[in-house]
């Protein structure tokens, strides 16, 4: 099994741990077409604001997306419209009115060399912990078959990860599952209350918190001489 903090070169870029779940935890997603839907929006939002979705999990009453922003200072304004969108295909479907989500989405800085394959790993888990399947590639509405089957996806991108888990495909996808199969419980620990940025003290450093939000700060321009 290949070790996830090898360090790829990618630069000390950012990544979002996305997380929204329904108000009161009632099912939103109840039938084959809510996923279907909301897989929709997310290709056409991925689309409008340069998304890379690594990794992604639509449960009954949640979700969860780890995902990378060419401007991450529209991330809040990219989410919140998704969850517009999916809230107004919802009470049109069901004749229903009020708050769909509970409270704001969460959203969970992540330095991208460190944690990318780790909490992808905790994303695609998530059927499995919740007892829906043994093993996470038979979930319908995760990135994991794309990963472990092969299985065509025009929402997620692939992880630069990936690479490290053989020397072709059929390697890759075994690796990958068996990777699936083990968890740590401390690293899990890390993604459960995703507000808090996960990296190193240098990673934190670059980050801005605005609003609740954390965004890359801006550097200054150069001071005339």
């Known amino acids: 099994m290949p070790s996830y903090a090898r360090r790829h070169q990618l630069g000390r870029s950012l990544l979002y741990h996305i997380f929204s779940r329904s108000n009161a935890r009632l099912p939103i997603f109840r039938e084959p077409q809510d996923f279907i839907h909301f897989m929709d929006l997310l290709r056409s939002y991925a689309a409008a604001f340069r998304l890379r979705i690594y990794h992604r999990v639509i449960m009954s009453n949640h979700y969860h997306l780890l995902l990378e922003m060419a401007e991450p200072e529209q991330v809040s304004g990219c989410m919140a419209g998704l969850s517009r969108a999916y809230t107004h295909y919802y009470h049109k479907t ?92 401390e690293e899990e620990r890390l993604f459960r209350d995703c507000e808090y940025p996960q990296g190193s003290d240098e990673f934190k ?21």
């Open 205 to 225: 450093r670059r980050l801005l918190r605005t609003n609740g939000r954390y965004i890359p700060k801006r550097r200054g321009k150069p001071r005339k001489d």
């Open 94 to 185: 069901y004749q229903t009115c009020g708050y769909l989500w509970q409270g704001r989405f969460k959203l969970q800085p992540l330095e991208k060399e460190t944690y990318l394959i780790a909490c992808g790993r905790y994303i695609e888990r998530n059927p499995v912990r919740a007892g829906i399947v043994a093993v996470a590639e038979l979930y319908p509405y995760s990135s994991a078959a794309y990963y472990c089957l092969g299985k065509a996806d025009t929402i997620t991108t692939e992880s630069p990860c990936y690479h490290d888990f053989g020397r072709d495909d059929t390697e890759r996808k075994e690796e990958y599952k068996i990777f699936l199969l083990s968890f740590n419980e």
